[in-house]
């Protein structure tokens, strides 16, 4: 199975800038994507980014140009490089990862990790 932990939420300016990392154990080789998802208080989760084993990437519009999302040592780390932060980025921000097997999908969240942009 798959474990997920985040790491690096906090306060920051806006303008600032914050680095999520969140660090995955477990059968990390059955992985075919990996993202980060994001839930403000009273609105639905919603994507933020998301990562191929190719290297594919996926933006939500409200990120792009300002979020980067990237991996290291295959799937044992990903994270997701915020400028530029503004108001509205305040959220909980989780970790998802999708493991591809038997001709299956199956997700796997972290507990999140809270990120407040505040002047």
């Known amino acids: 199975q798959v474990q997920l932990v985040e790491s690096g939420g906090g306060l920051v300016q806006p303008g600032g800038s914050l680095t999520l990392s969140c660090a995955a154990s477990?059968?990390?080789?059955?992985?075919?994507?990996m993202g980060w998802y994001r839930q403000a208080p009273g609105k639905q989760r919603e994507l933020v980014a998301t990562?191929?084993?190719?290297?594919?990437?996926n933006y939500t519009d409200s990120v792009k140009g300002r979020f980067t999302i990237s991996r290291e040592h295959a799937w044992n780390t990903v994270q997701l490089q915020m400028n530029s932060l503004k108001f509205d980025d305040t959220s909980v921000y989780y970790c998802?990862?999708?493991?591809?097997?038997?001709?299956?999908?199956?997700?796997?969240w972290g507990q999140g990790t809270q990120v407040t942009v505040s002047s």
């Open positions: 998802n990862a999708e493991t591809f097997r038997d001709l299956r999908r199956y997700p796997y």
């Open positions: 990562i191929t084993g190719g290297g594919r990437t």
């Open positions: 477990g059968n990390i080789f059955s992985i075919n994507t």
